[in-house]
């Protein structure tokens, strides 16, 4: 209430001006995972076209032709992700998928494109460890999707993928 003296309570103010600050940021948060999952729909339902192509080979659907172009438009997407407020479970669904779409190339990509994409993955995870907080069920999951990828990638010819991410992880699983 205005007492006449021309004064507003500044409290108030400052509260509302900060709600609307966090309204604001929690929209635009909600704007970059909507242009991430949109994005990587796209990658799915391009990946899937490949997948249905190889089965059919006579009909050429389309999709993707090499792991080379599907990281083009993946790697954008671990970019934008690991700059969300809570990226980790999108991070720990994209690495399972990423481990799926090396395994779907492995005939037409070398050791050299491999291990390039797997380094990406291994900053991103990196980066993920250290600015976020992972919940004790979250660096359970993380060691057992950097295993599983570690697993995948001895089996397509490679020593050790996600070394700088995996010492992170089990530091801090075993803490």
Sequence with gaps: MDSGGGFLDETTTHTDNNTALTVQQEHVEQRHIDKIDEAYVNITRKFRKRERDN????????GYESLPELWQDFAPVILATIHLKSPI???LN???DFHEFC???KED????????????????WTRVLKDKNPTETDKVRIVNVLRDGQDRASQLGMQEVYPHATDIADDEFNE
């Design 94 to 96: 994209y690495t399972g």
């Design 109 to 124: 990509t070398d050791l050299h494109e491999y291990k390039e994409y797997f380094d990406a993955m291994d900053f991103a």
């Design 55 to 62: 089965r059919n080979r006579a009909e050429k659907i389309g």
């Design 103 to 105: 395994d779907a190339f």
């Design 89 to 91: 479970q999108r991070l």
